[in-house]
């Protein structure tokens, strides 16, 4: 295998605001469905809310810093929609734009390229009081606040992302209800998901509207590789139905302007998709410039019954999930590289000619400063040695991977799980917010002079 990657490879590593921000109620930003639910007792792990977080509001150049001692080519993080547009309508908040504007500038002038994500889960409240996701509103609102981003940060940003993994958007925040907003209510949910996929598709509308066209215009889903158990026909259909509802759902909208028809099939008995209007799919399959891929592990399941209220509407009574094997993350999550290689293969066959991005990879391990203040986490960089070398296979078997974007940069906010999930490749001691990059943050420096992994 080759080593190296291509030349113009994009190095990167991504956050998400709500994660890293802080600064919750200062300068006009109104409370999201984060701020509600991890104040809701029961919901996120020690009652942890993202009140200061990272504190990265106040602390851009030191991580910028941080960012241009790894040698990042690009960074991708999302800005806080209600801080750019407190309340989700009207005018736009001038301080919430000057944030992003200085977080921007502070990039280009040390050299990063700065790629944004309109949407990583942070709805304004009151949109929520509105009806949230599953009323068609919701994505009207998106494409006005995309317009005003674009205008006012178009100048400085080249990438702009509409949506981070609306299959968690819709599907834990509004079907089992682990995620904020935390409705279960499985109607709901594919409602949800559908006007995520117009918020997407009116979004990409906006944004082209408002800027150059050299601009690229992305969106990025967690893509799930679910295997079947055995090769029975039961174990085969349990797998093509978690295909449907957690993949096919919003690839087909966007990639082919149609409904996965297995997928309506499945969901009858909860909806007719009503919801979905003439001239939908003609907006959502407006063509984009690249898919972000968010890639984990692997999931096996079988024919059977998931627990209930779940995340998976038209699947959860025939599929049940297994441990897959391997060893885990602190996560509980498989380490498996191959499935990152398996979707990257299965996209360059289905998505000719659209460029990919990996716009999220890592692992959460339980990191602690010794007491000479390094951080070694040799299980980190094993499993990011292990996906990147899946993501170079897969470019010399043909797909057309850009550029790569290590989640995270710090250890942040890991949503329901609070503050106690460590995925940064630099550690934050939370009480004083020093950060001391860790053997991963090192290792990758190498990597990206080196322009590939170390073979
Ligand atoms: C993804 C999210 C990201 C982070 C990682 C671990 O689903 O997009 O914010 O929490 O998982």
């Known amino acids: 295998m080759n080593a190296l990657f291509p030349a113009g490879f994009r190095w990167g590593s991504a956050t998400a605001a709500y994660q890293i921000e802080g600064a919750a109620a200062e300068d006009g930003r109104t409370p999201s469905i984060w701020d509600t639910f991890s104040r809701t007792p029961g919901k996120v792990r020690n009652g942890d809310t993202g009140d200061i977080a990272a504190d990265h509001y106040h602390r851009v150049r030191e991580d910028v810093a941080l960012m241009k001692s790894v040698g990042l080519t690009d960074y991708r993080f999302s800005l806080a929609w209600p801080r750019v547009q407190p309340t989700g309508r009207g005018p736009a908040g001038q301080k919430g734009l000057d944030f992003y504007r200085c977080l921007a500038d502070e990039l280009l002038e040390a050299g990063i390229r700065p790629v944004a994500t309109l949407y990583h889960w942070d709805l304004p409240q009151e949109l929520e009081d509105a009806g949230g996701w599953p009323e068609r509103a919701t994505a009207e609102r998106f494409a006005e606040y995309a317009g005003l981003a674009a205008e006012a940060l178009g100048d400085r940003i080249g990438t702009w992302t509409t949506l981070n993994e609306p299959w968690c958007a819709a599907f834990l925040g509004y079907g089992s209800g682990v995620h904020a907003p935390g409705r279960a209510d499985d109607q709901a949910a594919l409602r949800a998901a559908h006007h995520l996929n117009l918020a997407h598709g009116l979004a990409v509308r906006a944004l082209r509207d408002a800027l150059p066209t050299t601009v690229e215009v992305s969106l990025t889903l967690n893509l799930h590789v679910a295997r079947p158990l055995t090769d029975t026909p039961q174990d085969v259909d349990a797998a093509r139905r978690i295909d449907a509802v957690g993949n096919r ?45 968010n890639y984990y592990s692997p999931a096996l399941v079988a024919a059977g019954r998931s ?45 000719p000619g659209v460029p990919l991005l ?47 974007f290590l989640w995270s940069l710090l250890d942040n906010f890991e949503w329901a799980y609070g503050y106690g999930k460590r995925f940064g490749i630099v550690h934050v001691d939370f009480a004083s917010q020093r950060r001391t990059p860790k053997d991963s943050a090192h290792w990758y420096a190498e990597v990206i002079a080196r322009g590939g992994l170390p073979r």
């Open 249 to 293: 759902i919003f690839l087909d909208p966007v990639f082919h302007g149609r409904l996965p028809a297995d997928l309506v099939a499945d969901t009858a008995h909860l909806t007719d998709w009503s919801f979905v209007r003439d001239g939908d799919l003609t907006a959502i399959s407006a063509p984009i410039d690249s898919l972000g891929v």
């Open 307 to 351: 627990e209930s209220p779940s995340a998976w509407p038209g699947a959860a009574d025939h599929v049940r999930f297994l441990p897959a094997p391997g060893p885990r993350t602190a996560m509980d999550w498989p380490v498996d590289a191959s499935g990152l290689h398996e979707l990257l293969l299965r996209l360059r066959d289905e998505l």
């Open 358 to 404: 990996i716009t999220e990879n890592g692992a959460a391990y339980d990191d602690y400063a010794d007491p000479e203040g390094a951080v070694h986490d040799p299980e980190r960089v094993a499993y990011l040695d292990a996906h990147l070398a899946a993501v170079r296979r897969a470019i010399d078997d043909g797909a057309d991977v850009r550029g790569y």
